[in-house]
């Protein structure tokens, strides 16, 4: 029987994954057998946690279809195989009602959140089947779960990657090829620090979290891992919401 979290001799593409969550998703990865390639925007940052984790770093910024090429391609090239690729790049956009959005973060926002993951997947899901099979995590959130007053393009992208996993898993599962979303809810991160030190917000959410905590880096890695792992081998299609169970609660 094949031990359900082992990944030796795996290759695994992880985006945004030179800090925050996008890091310990790689680490968690690597730390069970898998070659991670390393990837960001940002070459130095890129090429630092590269050589921090002894691995390969290809720098791209996911809104450049040309470096989505270059980065399946260098991975290729490495590797001569894939078999794991995580979506995990994006940002928040501005925050506010879509009354007030200019229309130029929207397009940014969209382009890197949700459009990228499409053009990421088209490049990398042929080459996964080509080993036998594999799976993709797409990173959404717990916020394209829920109505926001003022989290806007960003929730509409998560909500869109959530769809674009239960597709892809529609069309790839006959190829042996698992796509799942994967939604975080409040973590702790660098970007969540504002919310953390803000005691008015912290004493609401927590009312609203049954686990009454902000959830770790390591905790969405761990669930990362599952997903792309022998163990969640007949799980696909699905969107696993990691929030302390915010998205159940009725407050109380």
């Known amino acids: 029987m094949t031990p359900l979290f082992d990944l030796t001799g795996r290759v695994a593409i992880v985006t945004g994954s030179t800090r925050g969550i996008g890091l310990a998703i790689a ?3 690597q730390g069970h057998g898998a070659n991670v390639v390393i990837s960001s925007e940002d070459a130095v940052d890129s090429q630092r946690v590269g050589e921090q984790l002894n691995t390969l770093a290809i720098a791209a910024d996911v809104a450049d279809d040309a470096q989505l090429d270059a980065l399946v391609d260098g991975t290729m090239a490495h590797f001569g195989r894939l078999d794991i690729l995580v979506c995990n790049a994006g940002i ?3 925050a506010g009602p879509f009354a007030t959005i200019g229309m130029a973060d929207y397009d940014r926002v969209m382009a890197i959140n949700l459009r990228s993951q499409v053009r990421l997947c088209n490049l990398a899901l042929p080459h996964i089947a080509a080993t036998g099979g594999g799976a993709a995590v797409l990173i959404a ?23 674009l996993a239960r597709n892809l898993a529609v069309e790839w599962g006959p190829r042996n090829v698992r796509v799942n979303a994967l939604s975080p809810g409040l973590i702790r991160t660098e970007l969540s620090a504002p919310l953390l ?3 008015a917000f912290m004493a609401r959410r927590m009312q609203m979290t049954p686990l009454r905590r902000p959830g770790e880096m390591d905790e969405v890695a761990g669930s990362a891992l599952f997903l792309a792992s022998p163990a969640g081998a007949f799980v696909t299609g699905h969107n696993l919401v990691v929030d302390g169970g915010t998205l159940i609660t009725d407050g109380s």
């Open 197 to 199: 030190a803000d005691d």
């Open 27 to 29: 680490r968690a990865l």
């Open 141 to 163: 959130s717990l916020s394209g779960l829920r109505g926001n007053g003022a989290i806007n393009a960003y929730a509409l992208a998560k909500a869109g990657v959530a769809q």
């Open 92 to 94: 928040t956009g501005r």
